[in-house]
């Protein structure tokens, strides 16, 4: 029972990276293949502010979010400068600055990482696996309601703009510096999150837990389900974390099967498993609304 | 809007040389020139998208160079690309959407307010009908045929609310039928008030259309006129028709 508990900690917590990599890539069509740094940063910056600076649970997880926002941030600052094509590189890069810099400053522990990160507590008792799983589900929850909710606003049509034609959204009044910055920013929070539930969970964490591994895995994940919607952030994540865990052969071969998957997916279904326009999605909604999908056609 | 002695170089090459002329207010202004004389730089730099290499541009009395394409798209310069550039992905309502959140893209309301209420969706529409085009309006952009996609263009800065609008070659390509019909859209347009600056090389177009003409032609402003004064320059006449003989040459 543990164990599927802690798979579904795991879940949420992919869930969250996933529909936060897809604000970045899916919405305002900034590629970035360094989103593992981020959930570092916030990983980090909460173990560090526990562990090394005896700061409360409650105090450190705003201070994470907000920190890994900031540093988002600038990431989007500095990338600015660099033309759309190169910005995958960029966060490449980033991903091995920042793990480099994890795995030699004492601070963060070195290679050895941070341990006795601790779990929250709730009146005073920290949350076992059960009370966690919970907790893990709801800020999942939490954030694609929110991600929703903002994907009906202005700013969702914003940041559209910008990754269909920047030229053209800069005519229409849509600042590109400004949005690319906010999708950076508000996709980084998410990630801190993510690497803030992360840490207490675990109770350590290490360097390698934010590899470029780990960023073309959030990738593969909003690959496989469809780039630009929520269902298929949360689609992908869920079924990139248990498949491993029940199908051996997944688990023994991951990279390669990340790496199969992204081939596949790109080659024959570019939107996704879940995408408005794969041919995956139209099938489940003729069960639904076949008449609707006719019209839709049509057009 | 008043261009005062704007240059742009790319490199050794003087695209624009040191050009002027002033537009009025609710004026219909045609820009032409021969290909490469400069129109099209001339207009991404009114909007911000080139800096420009010396020279001022003032709009409503207040200067705009060197200031962002989108400040300079708020202050009221609406414009259309010479390659049309709707948002392909989008249909034709959500192009038009676009622009209408104006107001909240410099603040934080960008968080609260969506393009899905009712004053926004009723503004494109009407919008979309006075461009011909409500009838696709839940279309792919990229999907409408060439003169479709033109009027879409024009109807996305319109709903800006510009009191000038830079319309770059929007004739090109267009069956006699699509120009016609653009023809009346851009007349619709100017009475409403808005100013137009227009670059077109369709003569006939533009004779019909403009009652005061700039001439460019390798940068430099050569004629400036009524439609009647440029047909008779003779700088006009060797500008199109010696660029003519000196590639006859070439290819002889
Ligand atoms: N971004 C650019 N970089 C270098 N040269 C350019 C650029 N844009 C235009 N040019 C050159 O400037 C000249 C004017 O081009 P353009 O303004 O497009 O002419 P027009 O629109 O009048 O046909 C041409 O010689 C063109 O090759
Ligand atoms: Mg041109």
């Known amino acids: 029972m543990d164990y599927l508990m802690t798979l579904g900690i795991f879940a949420s917590i992919y869930t969250i990276l996933a529909i936060s990599l897809n604000i970045l890539t899916g919405y305002a069509g900034q590629v970035s293949l360094g989103h593992a740094a981020l959930f570092g940063v916030g990983a980090y910056t909460s173990a560090a502010l526990t562990v090394n600076l005896g700061f409360n649970y409650w105090a450190a997880l705003p201070l994470s979010i907000l920190i890994t926002a900031l540093v988002g941030a600038l990431i989007g600052l500095s990338s600015l400068r660099a033309h759309s094509d190169f910005l995958v590189l960029i966060t490449i890069g980033i991903n091995f600055v920042v793990v480099a810099l994890l795995k030699y400053t004492p601070f963060f522990g070195g290679p050895y990482g941070l341990l006795g990160i601790p779990r929250p507590s709730l009146f005073g008792e920290a949350m076992n696996t059960f009370e966690y799983f919970w907790y893990a589900v709801g800020w999942a929850s939490f954030t694609i309601l929110f991600v929703y909710w903002m994907s009906k606003k202005y700013i969702r049509t914003a940041f559209e703009a910008i990754k269909e034609d920047e030229e053209a959204a800069e005519a229409m009044t849509v600042s590109v510096p400004r949005f690319k910055i906010y999708a950076f920013a508000i996709s980084a929070a998410f990630a801190g999150l993510a690497g803030n539930l992360w840490a207490h969970y675990m109770g350590v964490i290490f360097p390698g837990n934010f590899s470029f591994d780990t960023s073309i895995e959030i990738m593969t994940m909003i690959v496989l389900g469809g780039i630009g919607t929520i269902r298929g952030a949360v689609f992908g994540a869920v079924l990139l974390v248990f498949l491993p865990e029940y199908l051996r052969f997944v688990s023994d071969y991951r990279m390669l099967i990340y790496g199969l998957i992204i081939v596949f997916t790109m080659l024959f279904i570019p939107s996704g498993l879940l995408g408005d326009n794969s041919i995956t999605w139209r099938w489940t909604r003729i069960f639904k609304k076949g008449d609707r999908v006719a019209k839709n056609n049509e057009n | ?252």
């Open chain 2, 1 to 252: 809007m008043k261009i005062d002695r704007v240059t742009k170089h790319f490199g050794g090459l003087v695209a624009v040389n040191s050009v002027s002329f002033d537009i009025s207010e609710g004026e219909l202004l045609a820009l032409v020139g021969p290909n490469g004389a400069g129109k099209t730089t001339l207009f991404n730099v009114i909007t911000g998208v080139l800096k420009a290499s010396s020279g001022n541009i003032f709009f409503n009395g207040k200067e705009i160079t060197g200031k962002r394409t989108n400040q300079i798209a708020r202050m009221g310069i609406g414009r259309t690309f010479q390659i049309v550039r709707p948002f392909g992905k989008m249909t034709v309502l959500e192009n038009i959407l676009v622009p209408l959140g104006k107001a909240f893209y410099t603040r934080l309301s960008v968080f609260s307010h969506s393009p899905h209420e009712k004053i926004f969706i009723s503004k494109a529409m009407d919008l979309l009908k006075s461009a011909y085009l409500d009838d696709e309006a839940n279309k792919m952009a990229s999907y409408l045929p060439i003169g479709m996609q033109r009027r879409l263009e024009i109807a996305r800065a319109l709903a800006l609310e510009p009191k000038l609008l830079l319309l770059d070659e929007p004739a090109a390509g267009l069956n006699e039928k699509e120009s016609m019909q653009l023809k009346e859209y851009i007349e619709k347009i100017n009475s409403s008030g808005v100013s137009i600056l227009l670059i077109e090389h369709d003569m006939k177009f533009i004779m019909s259309i403009s009652k005061r003409i700039v001439v460019l032609d390798h940068g430099s402003k050569i004629a400036e006129g009524t439609p009647s004064e440029i047909a008779s320059n003779p700088r006009v006449i060797e500008a199109y028709l010696g660029r003519k003989h000196k590639k006859g040459d070439k290819s002889a």
